[in-house]
């Protein structure tokens, strides 16, 4: 069935106002007429199961008509901490952990950064992250923070419960061994750029208490790593899950 992500606000007595781009999308591209069913998730990850009751050229109502238990999240929260690169290669990777279940997208200006000055195109990944969570049934947005600095990121280590990053040295344990006896939810896992991290920043993460993980004997592109590393921690907390 048909996902919407909607404000809280949209909501009212029951009713749903649409009046955004999901207009375009419900009479033209889903061809929907009144009295079909739609889901609806707020930002409040509620998730409603809800009937078209009018189409209008500028707006769609829908009434909702029941509550929907269910919870298609991780039961983690993984943040990538992503060494900025090109704008093409952020795109691919928003949207594939995004449909991964990742919890918060955090670019990073790295030493090795191809991109020195970072461009905001937070208004279309966000419509990217919007469209791979209704295609993947999520009940919630990924967030997608503002780029900051490596020194910035060093400095929210103490918002989680586990830090790890990633490195091509294959001495160092895997995630498996790592969350073996890992009892928290939140968890940040940095990936370095094109080129991996410099010298300094691994000195830096080691001091302020990051775990280094191995990714396999592969090494993987930038853009690979987050999707590896989301999978992982995927399958490891939702394997015993029937």
């Not at 238990?69 to 952020?90: C, M």
């Not at 498996?176 to 750029?193: D, S, Y």
């Not at 300094?200 to 990714?215: H, N, Q, S």
Request: proline share 2%; aromatic share 8%; hydrophobic share 40%.
């Amino acid at each position: 069935m048909q996902r919407y992500f909607i404000d809280s606000k949209q909501i009212l007595n029951n009713i749903v106002t649409i009046t955004n781009s999901d207009v375009h999308h419900i009479k033209n591209v889903m061809r929907m007429k009144v009295n079909d069913e739609v889901i609806v998730c707020d930002n409040l990850a509620n998730t409603y199961l809800s009937k078209l009751i009018s189409i209008e050229k500028d707006k769609v109502l829908l009434e909702i008509i029941d509550k929907i238990n269910e919870n298609n999240e991780l039961p983690i929260d993984i943040t990538i901490a992503h060494g900025v690169v090109r704008r093409e290669k952020t795109e691919e990777v928003i949207r594939r952990i995004t449909e991964l279940g990742c919890y918060e997208y955090l670019p990073v200006l790295m030493k090795r950064s191809v991109v020195k000055v970072y461009q905001d195109r937070s208004e279309r990944q966000n419509k990217i992250i919007k469209e791979a969570s209704e295609q993947s049934h999520r009940n919630r947005l990924m967030i997608l923070s503002s780029v900051i600095s490596f020194q910035e990121l060093i400095n929210r280590k103490d918002e989680f419960d586990l830090c790890l990053y990633a490195h091509f040295n294959k001495n160092v344990k895997s995630i498996k061994k790592i969350i073996e006896n890992f009892h928290g939810r939140k968890i940040l896992v940095a990936v370095g750029p094109e080129g991996g991290f410099a010298d300094e920043e691994v000195l830096k993460l080691d001091e302020a208490g990051f775990i280094p993980i191995t990714l396999g004997k592969r090494v993987l592109r930038t853009e690979t790593a987050p999707l590896y590393v989301i999978s992982v921690f995927g399958y490891e907390f939702e394997s015993f899950i029937d």
